[in-house]
């Protein structure tokens, strides 16, 4: 159905004899040039809410009393609603201060070992050096003085070389000390032995 | 006191290859052992070295290894002779007993047995304990010094029968057997 506009033209037309062409408004907006613009912009997101944000969590414990919310979460979300990597809620509550137990004490124990020093060797040295006179002894000569001993309760004696010491084990089962002795140790010249022992009872003066 | 006899406590702590032990050896005047002790070595953890920091050394010498050995030993000597001088305040304080630190010297023997003169340092005193010896090198505490006549007495007794200083090496070798035998299993 033409409209009124439409009608308007036509009568127009016919009076101007068509010279003149009245068009509608539509049809002059169609023939319009169109012209199209690239327009750039920058897009940004912005999140209208505030990002939640945990001041206070159901696994924090402390001294046995749990720390609360209180509303503390933003975002409405609950502490229920967060996870920590690696443990779960129920889980975490096993962490805790480890306590590191000193034991030095329980390992430095003292030991009862009777046995094992009565299978050490006495010693004595060699205390020629500390003679103010040595003896002079006729085909033969002092070596090593060794003092003072209990000869009587000598289990076993053992001469070290490379110590120049004597070694000697008391018969700790012997009751009887007996007196004690010096042990000297002579070289002898011309006989068949080089080497002689000889105990002098302690009581002599040998230099 | 055994037979009438003085007891004679001979107390090491050995610090070395990053472990502490000790060993308390009590013997009759002839050397005779009467009592020995020892503790198991104590190798302190890396934790326990930092956390113990300086102070490890003399908490693991005192207060554990000297503090066990003490209150282990049964039969207890008339006095303890100790190679370190450091040691003699903590094992009077442990046994209520006096302890004297002991070394030999290499100084000329004294004219006569028994003969005991004082240094001139605080406390220490050369004592010609036997005729055939260097004079041995006393330390005492100062509340121990003045009875060191008394002390005198009872080393140059002693040796008389024994070498003084003698019983500290067969400890020594009495803890290499024990570290051989436990190495070994």
Known sequence: MPSLLDEIGRKLKRVFLGRIVVRGWGELRRKTPCRTWTHFREVSVKPLRIEPRVKSALFVEWKNSRAKSAGSVLGGYAPKDFKVSGFTLGASRELGVKQYKFNIKSRARARHAMARMNGVPSTRRNRILFLKKPPKMERSTLLAVFTPIFQEKVAKSALDKASGNLLFWYDNKRVKMGDKYHLLLLRVFGGEKPLKWVWLPADKKIG | ?185
């Not at chain 2, 304990?129 to 009872?154: G, W, Y």
Request: glycine share 4%; with cysteine.
């Open chain 2, 1 to 185: 006191m055994e037979h009438g006899r003085q007891l004679i406590g001979y107390l090491t702590v050995d610090t070395r290859e990053n472990y502490f032990r000790g060993a308390a050896l009590v013997t009759d005047s002839r050397g005779i052992p009467a009592d020995f002790r020892y503790t198991e070595p104590v190798r302190p953890t890396r934790l326990e070295r930092i956390l113990y920091g300086s102070a490890l050394d003399i908490y693991l010498k005192e207060d554990i290894i000297l503090d066990n050995l003490i209150s282990a030993v049964e039969t207890k000597p008339s006095l303890w002779l100790l190679e370190n001088e450091d040691l003699i305040g903590p094992v009077q304080k442990l046994s209520k007993l006096p302890a004297i630190a002991v070394e030999a010297s290499a100084r000329s023997p004294l004219e006569q047995s028994g003969q005991c003169e004082p240094t001139g340092e605080e406390g220490v005193f050369m004592l010609q304990a036997d005729n055939i010896s260097a004079p041995l090198r006393l330390t005492l505490s100062p509340e121990n010094a003045p009875k060191i006549s008394q002390f005198a007495r009872i080393l140059t007794a002693s040796a008389e029968e024994m070498e003084l200083m003698e019983p500290f090496s067969r400890v020594a070798r009495a803890l290499e057997a024990v570290l051989e035998s436990e190495s070994k299993q």
